[in-house]
Structure formats: structure tokens, C-alpha cells
Nanobody, 124 residues
Framework: QLQASGGGLVQAGGSLRLSCASSGDTDSTSAMGWFRRAPGKEREFVGAITWNGGSTAYLDSVKGRFTISRDNAKNVVYLQMNSLKPGDTATYYC???????????????????WGPGTLVTVSS
């Protein structure tokens, strides 16, 4: 029901845009989150957007570089990543939380649906 795409290899300072297509229960009424897991590290919250796009929140280290947006007509959520750093190397996951809440949730346990990850590698 969730499918992330857009990962790849990029040099430091470059950009990538990840997409997360949703279907079924995870439609435009779901809040969406992006998480990442770097090798040997715990999964961490990257950012999230409410169901209507009215609010977003980000991990401090990506603020000003990453932007989350959504196109509810297409049931797609985007993670635009600019000024990428080697420290951003990770597998990125999108996740969905049902409901029209206006509260941003950062805990992975708050998200019911998860897609397979897409690998982002940033070379120095």
C-alpha cells in the first residue's frame, strides 16, 4: 500500500527527491512520515506532514535542507532533499498514520503502515 522510490547515489551537495505512492487504506486522509535507518544505527524520524499538508515537522539536522510535500489528488508524498551530506546516507522509509489529525507524530509506533525502503547513498 506504500511504495517509496527515488533513492540512489548522489555526491555531497546534491539533491534527490523521494516519492511515496499510497493506495488502499493509506489514502489522502493519512498523515505521512519519513524515517531513515543508517547502517548500525536506530531508525530515526526525518519529517512528517499532516493529511491536508497544513503542518510539517523535521529532524533538526535536515531543517532547511529537506522539504515534505504531498499531492492528494495523486496520493503521493514527496521528500525533497537538497544539500545532501554523507551523514544522510540511509535507507529511507515512508509511513502512514490514518486519521485527519493536525498533530505531527514523530514516533515510529504512531504509524501503522510502512513501505519498503529506498536506499540513499551520499558520497563525499
Amino acid at each position: 500500500q506504500l511504495q517509496a522510490s527515488g533513492g540512489g547515489l548522489v555526491q555531497a551537495g546534491g539533491s534527490l527527491r523521494l516519492s511515496c505512492a499510497s493506495s488502499g487504506d493509506t489514502d489522502s486522509t493519512s498523515a505521512m512520515g519519513w524515517f531513515r535507518r543508517a547502517p548500525g544505527k536506530e531508525r530515526e524520524f526525518v519529517g512528517a506532514i499532516t493529511w491536508n499538508g497544513g503542518s510539517t515537522a523535521y529532524l533538526d539536522s535536515v531543517k532547511g535542507r529537506f522539504t515534505i510535500s504531498r499531492d492528494n489528488a495523486k496520493n503521493v508524498v514527496y521528500l525533497q532533499m537538497n544539500s545532501l551530506k554523507p551523514g544522510d546516507t540511509a535507507t529511507y522509509y515512508c509511513a502512514a498514520r490514518l486519521g485527519r489529525s493536525t498533530v505531527i507524530h514523530r514516533a515510529p509506533a504512531s504509524y501503522r503502515y510502512w513501505g519498503p525502503g529506498t536506499l540513499v547513498t551520499v558520497s563525499s
